[in-house]
């Protein structure tokens, strides 16, 4: 069975972090691109980071460039969202997704094909 399953969310104090983890399974995970993807209240989906199949390629969306850092271990099945000095702004919904595209243009929404159930960040004081 295809999953995806995230972790680490929660609250924290604006400028402090948190540590995001999605673990694959069901597929070969080494294969695929990936991405967060959150979504606050009331908002839609806000493509966040991309990693490629070997973490060799990182690409971030601007509201997050210099705070969050993607990353993953293909020996884990896992991928990683680190995410320091946040922000109120910064609470939402997060989702980690598959890639599943031929050439990867990873703010492209349309082109993830597994989703996992999502993790809350709140930034609260």
């Known amino acids: 069975q ?26 070969t995970f080494s294969s695929y691109a990936m991405s967060w993807v959150r979504q606050a209240p009331g908002k839609g989906l806000e493509w966040v980071s991309g990693i490629y199949s070997d973490g ?11 705070r969050f850092t993607i990353s993953r271990d293909n020996a884990k099945n896992t ?6 000095s946040l922000k109120p702004e910064d609470t939402a919904l997060y989702y980690c997704a598959r890639y599943s595209g031929s050439y990867y243009s990873p703010s492209d929404l349309r082109k993830y094909d597994v989703w996992g159930q999502g993790t809350q960040v709140t930034v609260s004081s």
């Open 56 to 66: 060799s390629d990182l690409y971030y969306a601007d509201s997050v460039k210099g």
């Open 79 to 84: 991928v990683y969202l680190q995410m320091n």
């Open 2 to 27: 295809v999953q995806l399953v995230e972790s680490g969310g929660g609250l924290a104090q604006p400028g402090g972090s948190l540590r995001l983890s999605c673990t694959a399974s069901g597929f």
